[in-house]
């Protein structure tokens, strides 16, 4: 782990997409040429959903990890899916039991998808309950999790952008799993309304400043609890913003963050620097202890730099001026994991995916120092090979790239169908006779 902790020798930077109309258009027409190739692949996608809905039975040697589930998100209609991605008027509670596979059949960093519905849970991961509840019975459910936890302790996890319930669900199972944190915390999900689909960049970021109040609520709730002894939070991607944003206005309504909450670690923040920087100040001297887990070939964070202009805190180079003495400034220790590799092309999700460094959160997390979720459409993940062309030429050109695969893999229908079908229409109206 001191080998990963930020003293390293300077690296090579990772090669950002380059600007430019005539670059763009080559990427333009190569993305098209993948599509041609990969269209007999999309055929074979399969659109699931209803993986929440709970199984008969678990399997010998499956573990089960219970949490307590807050979200800003609307129920959906389908028990299986319980919430979609939609605001929600009110926060709403869940109790979910999730069942992970028997060692040997779980790969560490892994969530073993169901290749239908109902799961395997010999196989897969697969819910043991899942139970919409009210707020005080998720108090009491919290308060029976709570007791298992021999030093209760809270864990809070916020998962980021283009995250569905359950993507967000079994991912928080795998971590707390893989890491070690089963026994040790009391796991909590706060999940807020994204509505999973690389397209829904700007909603999901107005979902978050929608869920700061909630989170911030549920945070102060568990400060004030006497049960809880300790409060550590997880936050990836763009549930980075939510959080600082909800600890920053705790900091400013009581004058200090609760001195509860102990160890944040930020997983790949897709945050602007400088805003990071004033959000962690605003919170003042006595603060949390601040993880920062990054990555400096996260290519996702790339995009997002290219989208909004400024370095994202997830994929800076922490051996860099002014970096280095900014971080040491403000005692925010750095875990860099751009030599770790990843099953995630766009390295965004090591924190989760890379064995080792899940072991480094479960230590981080034991000591009290310190995912886009894989699961997309083939023509997202096309989309991303092609985002050069989309940020310089219009967010046209990428639905031009991406229309056909919306057309026969349905996970990508599901996620953006709805701008395709916009940018059809456009396309037919300004074609039609005047």
């Known amino acids: ?134 707020r005080d019975q998720a108090i009491a459910t919290f308060s029976r999790i709570l007791q298992k936890s021999p030093k209760r302790q809270a864990l809070i996890f916020v998962h980021g952008f283009n995250n569905r319930f359950d993507d967000a669900v079994f991912r928080f199972a795998q971590i707390v799993h893989d890491s070690g944190s089963g026994t040790d915390f009391a796991p909590v999900l706060f999940t807020w309304p994204s509505q999973g689909s690389a397209f829904a960049y700007g909603y999901d970021r107005e979902s978050a400043n929608y869920s700061r109040d909630a989170l911030e609520n549920l945070l102060r709730w568990l400060a004030k609890n006497p049960q809880v002894t300790e409060i550590s939070i997880l936050a990836h991607s763009m549930g980075n913003w939510v959080t600082l944003e909800a600890l920053r206005q705790m900091a400013i309504r009581d004058g200090k963050v609760a001195p509860k909450i102990r160890t944040v670690l930020l997983a790949a923040p897709d945050v602007d620097v ?56 403000e005692k925010i220790e750095v875990v860099n994991l751009t030599k770790l590799k990843s099953s995630d092309e766009f390295n965004h999700g090591k924190f989760a995916e890379n064995p080792k460094a899940v072991e480094i959160i479960g230590r981080s997390l034991a000591s009290g120092q310190t995912l886009t979720d894989s699961r997309v459409g083939l023509g997202e993940r096309i989309m991303a090979t092609t985002a050069g062309a989309a940020t310089s030429i219009g967010h046209a050109a990428g639905l031009v790239v991406t229309a056909p695969l919306a057309v026969v893999d349905p996970l990508t229908r599901e996620h953006y169908g709805d701008q395709v079908d916009a940018f059809s229409r456009s396309v037919h109206d300004a074609a039609a006779p005047k």
């Open 1 to 134: 782990m001191r080998q990963l902790i930020s003293k390293a020798r300077s690296r090579r930077r990772p090669a950002l997409c380059r600007e430019g109309a005539a670059r763009s258009g080559a990427r333009f027409c190569s993305g098209s040429l993948i599509i041609l190739s990969a269209l007999s692949l999309a055929a074979c996608s399969s659109n699931i959903k209803g993986f929440l809905a709970p199984v008969a039975d678990g399997a010998p040697g499956a573990t089960p990890v219970e949490m307590v589930v807050a979200t800003t998100r609307m129920k959906a209609g389908s028990p299986g899916e319980m919430f979609s991605g939609a605001r929600g008027p009110t926060p709403s509670f869940a109790d979910i039991v999730v069942s992970i596979p028997p060692d040997g059949v779980h790969k560490v960093g892994d969530v073993e998808w169901p290749k239908q519905v109902p799961g395997n849970p010999a196989s897969d991961f697969v819910t043991l309950k899942a139970d919409v509840i009210d």
């Open 274 to 329: 400088d805003i990071a920087r004033e959000q962690i100040a605003t919170m003042g001297a006595v603060r949390p202890n601040f993880t920062l887990f990054l990555s400096e070939d996260d290519r996702a964070l790339a995009l997002s730099r290219q989208v909004w202009g400024g370095p994202r805190l997830g994929a800076i180079d922490p051996d860099i001026e002014p970096y280095r003495t900014d971080l040491a400034r």
